[in-house]
T-cell receptor, first 112, second 110 residues
Framework: QKEVEQNSGPLSVPEGAIASLNCTYS??????FFWYRQYSGKSPELIMF????GDKEDGRFTAQLNKASQYVSLLIRDSQPSDSATYLC????????????FGRGTSLIVHP | DADVTQTPRNRITKTGKRIMLECSQT?????MYWYRQDPGLGLRLIYY???????NKGEISDGYSVSRQAQAKFSLSLESAIPNQTALYFC?????????FGPGTRLLVL
């Protein structure tokens, strides 16, 4: 059973701070890693994906991947109240699988 | 217009009733998925289809069936609804590494 673990939170940070969201996965052969943002009552939307060890930056968002330790994280710089949402980590395995395994999500609250 | 649409958006039904949730997409993607989301449990895969003739069970397919009527349409049926099928249901399409989700159907089974 492939597992993707996230702390459910809520993670509360002040406006302007860096929010750090973490995700661990059990399948060492996992190849692709995704972060989705889901506002309350809405559908998930893709923020970032990462394949290689290291950092990938997109605006205020940075995804970090460490395959040896089997974790992936999402950093949100200069957090805004509009970033308040649940963040879902998803992981895809080997062999060209198109079926991601989702974590349960971490709730982020950015307070003014 | 939205690329992935779901109907109905909200539905209340009674135990034992058969209902169908419909999903349509204009993205031209071959891959389509049905998920349910329950508080604290994340997204769980019910069924998925990689083309019109390819239907596969996900991790929680019991009590559900699907039909892929065309590349653009993928329907989910609850043959005999039960209260623990009360959830938020999402349809999604897939291309390359990205999944695109519909707006969701909120289902309440009494």
């Amino acid at each position: 059973q492939k597992e993707v673990e996230q702390n459910s939170g809520p993670l509360s940070v002040p406006e302007g701070a860096i929010a750090s969201l973490n995700c661990t996965y059990s399948d060492r052969g996992s190849q692709s890693f995704f972060w989705y943002r889901q506002y309350s009552g809405k559908s998930p939307e893709l923020i970032m994906f990462i394949y290689s060890n290291g950092d990938k930056e997109d605006g205020r968002f940075t995804a970090q991947l460490n395959k040896a330790s089997q974790y992936v994280s999402l950093l949100i710089r200069d957090s805004q109240p509009s970033d308040s949402a649940t963040y879902l980590c998803a992981v895809k395995g080997t062999g060209g699988s198109y079926i991601p395994t989702f974590g349960r999500g971490t709730s982020l609250i950015v307070h003014p | 217009d939205a690329d992935v649409t779901q109907t109905p958006r909200n539905r209340i039904t009674k135990t034992g009733k058969r209902i169908m949730l419909e999903c349509s997409q204009t993205k031209g993607h071959d891959r389509m998925y049905w998920y349910r989301q329950d508080p604290g449990l994340g997204l769980r895969l019910i069924y998925y289809s990689f083309d019109v003739k390819d239907i596969n069970k996900g991790e929680i397919s019991d009590g559900y069936s699907v039909s892929r009527q065309a590349q653009a349409k993928f329907s989910l049926s609850l043959e005999s609804a039960i209260p623990n099928q009360t959830a938020l249901y999402f349809c999604a399409t897939g291309a390359q590494e990205t999944q695109y989700f519909g707006p969701g159907t909120r289902l309440l089974v009494l």
